[in-house]
């Protein structure tokens, strides 16, 4: 996971910005450990302390490559992961679908990432990436090119569908991050919606 943004759109760092009285990361990380037991938690060097007084600190890291954007943090992350493919989300992400993340791991034997596309849109950070991709991330790391739509370029990308995705999500929440101060209000909507959903 994600979590070293500056959170420039939103005024702050967004993981622990409160989602109905929870912490987006919190959020993230229930979704999460319905299907790992091992989850990273990606940090800048100025970030890390926010999460000295939380129960995840044993599971932070800080950048290997700092200021490399999100495909730095995809590259830390990959570096640290104890298994040959890692699931790799935003920490912004409250409403993350374990069946669908599920879909996408069970995709990835013969690729080296799995990634949404919805109208020609990709979502590089609710992907499924392979250690495989490590050499060709830190090439273009190397010459400073930050764009993951390149390395997908470069490497054997499987791309799912909107059909795909709307069979085990249908509203397309799981790729919703918040990224601004609405998206949070979208957010308390939907969780609403959600609940009421539940009750009926």
């Given at each position: 996971m994600l979590a070293g943004g500056r959170g420039t759109r939103f005024g702050c760092g967004k993981a622990f910005v409160k989602l109905n009285k929870k912490g987006l990361i919190a959020w993230t990380i229930d979704s999460l450990s319905q299907i790992s037991k091992s989850i990273i938690i990606v940090t800048s060097?100025?970030?890390?302390?926010?999460?000295?007084?939380?129960?995840?600190?044993?599971?932070?890291?800080?950048?290997?490559?700092?200021?490399?954007?999100?495909?730095?943090g995809i590259f830390t992350g990959l570096s640290y992961a104890s298994t040959d493919y890692s699931v790799v989300v935003g920490c912004d992400m409250p409403f993350l679908n374990k069946d669908l993340l599920k879909y996408q791991l069970s995709l990835a034997k013969n690729y080296d990432a799995v990634v949404p596309r919805i109208d020609d849109k990709v979502e590089p950070l609710?992907?499924?990436?392979?250690?495989?991709?490590?050499?060709?991330?830190?090439?273009?790391?190397?010459?400073q090119t930050l764009s993951i739509s390149q390395l997908f370029a470069m490497i054997n990308t499987r791309y799912v569908t909107e059909d795909e995705i709307a069979e085990y999500d249908p509203e397309f929440l799981s790729i919703f991050n918040i990224n601004t101060k609405h998206d949070l209000a979208l957010a308390r909507v939907f969780l609403k919606k959600m609940r009421l959903g539940k009750n009926a």
């Open positions: 060097f100025e970030g890390y302390d926010s999460f000295f007084h939380t129960l995840y600190i044993r599971e932070v890291i800080v950048d290997l490559l700092p200021g490399k954007a999100a495909l730095g609710h992907s499924v990436y392979s250690k495989s991709c490590l050499p060709v991330i830190l090439k273009l790391l190397q010459e």
